[in-house]
């Protein structure tokens, strides 16, 4: 692999610039799990500008202005330029599985477990995320800009909208994760306060200290995690 021509000051501009022209309908169909991954692999040299389908050719040519390459044809491999969708929920046969909205990158689908969903249309990125997901084929993509493709159908402010969600869901989940691991290490510590009590067979000695040796090695690898984050 090529070393990198460029220094890192240069590499953190070039992906804060790159990141801001691609469309953050943070799809994958590029390759990476987000807009923000792709645009640092462009910058840092490990991936070419031509595998975002909904930036389309307009979007292509964007980052080629950006690091000073010559424009490509879109690749294929990562799907085609098309018309910007919203995804559509078929009420009368979703089932509140929630899959959808646990997949849904800008959490653009409102609902709860065994209520039926629905999507919150200014907040849809067309990402089709949700579609595979669906186990009773209730999603369907609805076309939103007739003829209009890649930036011609999505805006700056579209896509200003789309990051602020993508990057408030994923502090969401950050935050949701440390509070499960909180309650679980609260639950672990109460119980083994009292062991005996929650062990069968209050004088089998070598059950509890065979429990409590569990606990406690889960209790000081839960900590040690804390601590590094």
Partial sequence: MPALT????????????????LPQTQCTRCGF??????????????APINQCPPGGQEGIARLAALTGQASLPLNPEHGSEGPRHVAIIDEDWCIGCTLCIKACPTDAILGANKVMHTVIEPWCTGCELCIPVCPVDCIALENVTGADT?????SAEQAHTARGRYNSRQQRLVRE??????QL???AEHKLADLAAHTKGT???????????IIEA????????????
Avoid: I
């Fill in 177 to 182: 994760e440390a509070e499960h691991h909180q």
């Fill in 203 to 213: 004088d089998n000695a070598p059950e509890v200290d065979r429990k409590r040796a």
């Fill in 150 to 154: 890649g930036w011609a159908a999505w």
């Fill in 218 to 229: 889960a209790l000081a690898k839960a900590r040690a995690k804390q601590n590094q984050g």
């Fill in 6 to 21: 460029r220094t890192a000051p240069e590499v953190q501009a070039l992906f804060l610039g790159l990141n801001d022209a």
């Fill in 185 to 187: 290490q609260a639950k």
């Fill in 33 to 46: 799990p987000n807009c923000a991954a792709y645009a640092r692999a462009m910058a840092e040299e490990q």
